[in-house]
């Protein structure tokens, strides 16, 4: 029997060296990671995406802005922390107070504790409710090459707040009977905070994930979305992969769980068709 052999983090391997922290652009591009479907792969897209943009050598923002706090334990950090993207919506702190480095190269998040739950109700009566994370964002926006949201499974304000903030919108998808549904829903959500908020407000792509080209319904949905949404589908596709579940219960992106999985692959693949969309 071999021994195995032990992983290295993503950028120590003899040919793996990755390219400097490159100086940030005058704006970074924000991209919100939304589908009001539970379990479709936000999260994992969200951090395992940020991850690979910063090895890329991006100065990467992943804000949390999910009540369940699901990309700030999957990046390590405490979900009860005192001071959280909750308390600088509701104009307590400034968003850079609460901005922590994980560790994770190029990556700085904004973490995200159940106080968020509040959120929804405590700004229905506000004034510009829809426009609060755009404001936040705005100083920070100078810092980084990329601002990736993390949103939760609803189309609720938090939501509609991402999409305001955004340049652009990317949709994980898991190829499943119900998922064109909810994408109808989700492009009209779209269609209306462009109408009302945020005009330049642009679809990144439609992402399949946990894809298993084994069943016919995977492969049906993919042929599916390819004839309803032809051009907006990503080429890289999320298999199913163990690694990218297991990751979590890490505290780290799959990129330092297992670098050589075809789950860390598929979103270096996914990070450089990201790049390739814009100049950032
Ligand atoms: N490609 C994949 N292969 C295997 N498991 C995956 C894959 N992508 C995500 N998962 C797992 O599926 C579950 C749901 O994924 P994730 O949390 O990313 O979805 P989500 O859309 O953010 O969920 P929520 O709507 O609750 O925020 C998690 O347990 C995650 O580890
Ligand atoms: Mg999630």
Redesign the pocket.
């Known amino acids: 029997m071999t021994a195995r052999r032990k992983k290295k983090p993503p950028g120590k391997g003899k040919n793996r060296a990755s390219p400097p922290l490159a100086a940030p652009p005058e704006q970074a591009r924000v991209i919100a990671i939304a589908?009001q479907?539970?379990?479709?792969?936000?999260?994992?897209?969200a951090i395992n995406l940020a991850a690979a943009l910063g090895i890329a050598g991006k100065r990467t923002l992943l804000v949390d802005f999910?009540p369940?706090g699901?990309a700030t334990s999957g990046c390590g950090l405490s979900t009860a922390s005192e001071q959280s993207i909750y308390h600088a919506i509701m104009g307590e702190c400034s968003l850079s107070s609460i901005v922590v480095n994980p560790g994770i190269r190029g990556v700085d998040i904004c973490p995200s504790t159940q106080d968020l739950y509040g959120a929804e109700l405590e700004l229905a009566t506000v004034e510009n409710r829809e426009d609060r994370l755009r404001e936040l964002l705005y100083t920070l926006r100078k810092g980084y090459h990329y601002i990736v949201i993390?949103c939760?499974?609803s189309l609720g304000l938090l939501t509609i707040n991402a999409l305001t903030a955004a340049d652009s919108v990317l949709i994980?998808l898991q190829c499943e009977y119900y998922a064109m549904e909810g994408l109808a829903h989700l492009s009209e959500t779209v269609r209306r905070v462009r109408d009302a908020f945020n005009p330049g407000l642009s679809v990144e792509g439609i992402l399949l994930?946990?894809f298993d080209k084994r069943t016919n319904l995977s492969r049906e949905v993919a042929q599916e979305l390819q004839h309803h949404y032809s051009g907006q589908i990503f080429q890289t596709v999320?298999?199913?992969?163990?690694r990218?579940?297991e990751a979590?219960s890490f505290g780290k992106p799959v990129l330092y769980y297992d670098v050589r999985s075809i789950?860390a692959q598929s979103y270096l693949a996914l990070a450089s068709e990201v790049m390739n969309h814009g100049s950032t």
């Open positions: 589908n479907k539970g379990g479709v792969g936000k999260t994992t897209t999910d369940q699901n993390d939760p499974p994980p994930t946990m999320i298999p199913r992969n163990v990218l579940s979590p789950g």
